[in-house]
């Protein structure tokens, strides 16, 4: 009986601290930016995942040279995180996420325009500097607003709209493209766009980010060194993740299973939602390894599974699995980002994560679309296992002996 009573307070007293953690996290300004976080990334990837087939289809370009229209979103994506560091140390968090969704919502804007190849690159190129100048805003004010005790559960639930948004977003593109045509996929991705500066408006006061003005030409004040050897681990295991964005509705097709494409990010959100929480709290309460190793290595194998898929179900497995392996691999990596650097530099720690971050998934495409025409769809994501296996050991040897 003791026992039995002891281990009831146990439960009691987890049950508080889960508790308190959630009404720590859950507040107003922390909502409203998880909410814009959903629905930008919902639009982002709807035009994502829709874009490679409709730039092949419209301008008859080589798969290669479509893929690099979704990759010139990533590198735009990329520049944005680049930059706006130090521009949420000069101005705040809030000013940048307003600059980047309003220069999100005119790319959206010009779609209706770009008809040519170069004004579609640049179209892509403008729509990916404004998710990644408010992208990174977001994780930023994330960082503030979160204790700094609870950065793994906060982290983790504010991903969760990421995850989310990968689902939704390939779900309505593949299905508004289908069954409505591209033209009213732009509208239904502008009205998106509007919705975001709607809900940015009830953003309130946010806590003192804005810090000294550090030097333009100094890398120093864009990412921080004590995180890039860490991203280096994010650079190898992103390519399979991008290829998968960008190629994953041609391999559905190849293999006549177009209907099972938009369940896949369905069975990868599914995945993702039910197990951050848990991986959240295991980084707050033993560390990173604990999570890293077992998410690197269901990654690769959601890799695998996905080059021997031939089925519904194969092709559904790897979705849940990737939802176990990468989704928390992208959100516990923010996390050990944030670890590695004191309050001030969280901005930058956010950047740097996210460059190399946003670098692997938008090279993926044209680096290892290349290997399509030598070894087919399967062999490339074969290829992508295997590199995503080497990332265990880069894990090990940049950061394997450090803990939080």
Same mark, same amino acid.
């Given at each position: 009986m003791p ?10 007293? $987890?049950?508080?601290?889960?508790? *308190?953690?959630?009404a720590?996290?859950?507040?107003? $300004?922390?909502?409203?930016v998880?909410?814009? $976080?959903l ?39 990329? =520049? ?8 949420i ?13 309003? #220069?999100?919502? %005119?790319?959206?804007?010009?779609? *209706?325009?770009?008809h ?5 690159f640049?179209? +892509? ?21 979160v204790? =700094? ?52 408006? !009830? #953003? +309130? ?6 810090? +000294? ?12 060194? +004590?995180?890039?050897? !860490? ?20 391999? %559905?097709? *190849? ?32 560390? *990173?390894? =604990? ?6 290595? =269901?990654?690769?194998?959601?890799? !695998?599974?996905?080059?021997q ?17 990468? %989704? $928390? !691999? ?8 944030l ?7 969280? %901005? ?39 590199m ?16 939080q």
């Amino acid at each position: 009986m003791p026992k039995k009573c002891c281990r009831t307070r146990a439960m009691q007293q $987890n049950s508080a601290s889960l508790g *308190e953690a959630l009404a720590a996290i859950c507040r107003g $300004n922390f909502m409203v930016v998880t909410c814009i $976080n959903l629905l930008m990334m919902t639009d982002y990837y709807l035009i994502f995942v829709t874009g490679t087939a409709h730039v092949q289809r419209t301008f008859g370009v080589s798969l290669s040279i479509a893929g690099l229209s979704s990759g010139i979103m990533v590198i735009g994506c990329l =520049v944005g995180r680049f930059v706006t560091g130090n521009q949420i140390s000069a101005l705040g968090g809030k000013p940048c996420l307003l600059g980047g969704l309003l #220069l999100f919502a %005119a790319s959206i804007g010009g779609l *209706e325009l770009a008809h040519s190849l170069p004004l579609l690159f640049v179209q +892509r190129f403008v729509a990916g500097l404004g998710v990644g100048v408010a992208g990174t805003a977001t994780g930023a004010i994330v960082a503030y607003v979160v204790p =700094v005790r609870f950065h793994g559960l906060g982290i983790g639930i504010f991903s969760m709209s990421a995850a989310l948004a990968l689902a939704l977003g390939p779900f309505l593109g593949i299905s508004l493209a289908a069954h409505f045509g591209y033209n009213i996929l732009v509208l239904f991705s502008g009205i998106i766009s509007l919705l975001c500066l709607i809900i940015f408006i !009830f #953003l +309130r006061d946010l806590p003192p980010m804005r810090l +000294r003005l550090r030097p333009i030409f100094s890398l120093y004040s864009y990412i921080d060194p +004590r995180v890039v050897r !860490f991203s280096l681990v994010t650079l190898v295991v992103c390519p399979g993740y991008g290829c998968i964005q960008a190629f994953l509705p041609s391999f %559905a097709a *190849e293999h006549r299973l177009t209907g099972a494409a938009s369940i896949f990010f369905l069975c990868y959100a599914g995945a993702a939602l039910l197990t951050r929480p848990k991986t959240g709290r295991l980084f707050d309460t033993h560390g *990173e390894h =604990v999570v890293m190793y077992p998410a690197l290595l =269901v990654t690769a194998l959601a890799l !695998f599974v996905l080059s021997q898929a031939h089925s519904t179900a194969g092709l559904l497995c790897a979705g849940l699995l990737l939802g176990v392996g990468f %989704a $928390n !691999f992208q959100s516990v990596g923010q996390a050990v980002s944030l670890s590695l650097v004191s309050r001030s530099r969280y %901005a930058q720690a956010t950047t740097t994560f996210y460059v190399f971050f946003d670098l692997g998934i938008g090279l993926g495409p044209y680096i290892f679309g290349h290997l399509i025409a030598l070894v087919g769809y399967s062999g490339m994501f074969l290829s992508l296992s295997l590199m995503v296996l080497t990332s265990m050991g880069i894990y090990r040897v940049v950061h394997g002996g450090r803990t939080q």
